[in-house]
DNA sequence: GCCGAAGTAGACAATTCGGTCTACTTGTTT
DNA sequence: AAACAAGTAGACCGAATTGTCTACTTCGGC
């Protein structure tokens, strides 16, 4: 792995994660990077490139923490719990690997760029895909129902938890689950 | 009401909810609306001000439609069904009221916008809190957990919609509302 | 008609944007 | 040492950004 491409990743991903993508500029990433325009075009053909990159980390990172965070799950109803009080910890600054909470990158990022046609967008869905994909393998025998409402209610309580300022969906998620 | 001033927050509106906001620049706007800059000027003390009347008017027509929608309910059970019929009549691009789904223009605002302490993050939030006692309205004696489920399940199945391009969810919603 | 408000085209300013490039240095391999 | 790859500072480019301004026209009220 090229040490310089990394750290224009890392700091790209940080930097975008927290401003967006469209308020911060390539020039912005190479100050706080401190590595030469020559170096990041040598790595990525074009900005696209770049938060592509970014979303492909973050989407490995993410997924690496939920699948740590479900690991050891005995049942559906654990998987559910563990599921939901990970996301509590990440609403609450409390998942170091994912960084200080803004919101879902993913979500953010589809914000951003409007065509849904582009490898952006469709690597956007395909994280979500990815991470259903990862919640089933954890569930024994999960009906796609349950399926479909365990990832409904994710979306949600990330969107209260950022636009809302609503910290207590992910509770609420697993009520509303027990019920089900 | 001032005629252009209408004008410009119609077609910034419009602009920013298709493109995203940092994607359209004001002299963009100008353009499509045929309304000189200082005209603009006059109006709005600056861009930020513009994004504001545009959240403005995107609430007003969304909870006017909203009410609509759930007017003539008769039961808790119709308001649920017919607050998730909305949405996917929404997410179809069969609410001509909200023009074609670029999903929650709210949701978007704040991934654009990454300070919460601004006033048009301010506004997405008190947005959501609107829709929610909009929803609390047409319910009779709600509980705050219904009124919870409702909401958490709205944002997920709206973020479904965008992001994962999957538009059953509101009908997923209302199986499970209806188990709730 | 007069006057002030509202509106116009578009130049200007400073800055930023994403990307290309020169001329050079540093690092790695043979 | 030589050759090549990787990396550097930063100038340059054309275009775009937001906001200010000049000089003028049009509109509406009296």
Redesign the pocket.
């Known amino acids: 792995m090229?040490?310089?491409?990394q750290t224009l990743v890392d700091t790209a991903l940080n930097l975008f994660y927290e401003h967006g993508i469209n308020s911060?500029?390539?020039?912005?990433i190479l100050k706080v990077s401190?590595?030469?325009?020559?170096?990041l075009?040598?790595?990525f053909d074009?900005?696209?490139a770049l938060v592509l990159a970014t979303l492909e980390q973050r989407n490995h990172s993410f997924n690496e923490w939920l699948k740590h965070r479900l690991n050891h799950s005995k049942t559906n109803s654990e998987v559910i719990s563990n599921l939901f009080h990970a996301l509590q910890d990440w609403f609450s600054d409390k998942a170091p690997e994912l960084g200080k909470f803004r919101g879902c990158f993913f979500i953010n990022t589809s914000a951003e760029f409007s065509d849904p046609s582009s490898d952006i967008s469709k690597y956007c869905q395909y994280h979500k895909q990815q991470v259903r994909n990862i919640v089933a393998q954890y569930l024994f025998n999960p009906t796609e129902d349950l399926l479909d409402a365990i990832c409904i209610l994710k979306e949600g309580a990330i969107s209260m938890a950022y636009v809302a300022n609503d910290l207590s969906a992910p509770k609420k998620c697993i009520q509303l689950l027990n019920k089900f």
């Open positions: 090229n040490s310089k491409r911060i500029g390539i020039n912005q401190g590595i030469a325009k020559k170096t075009y040598h790595h074009s900005k696209d």
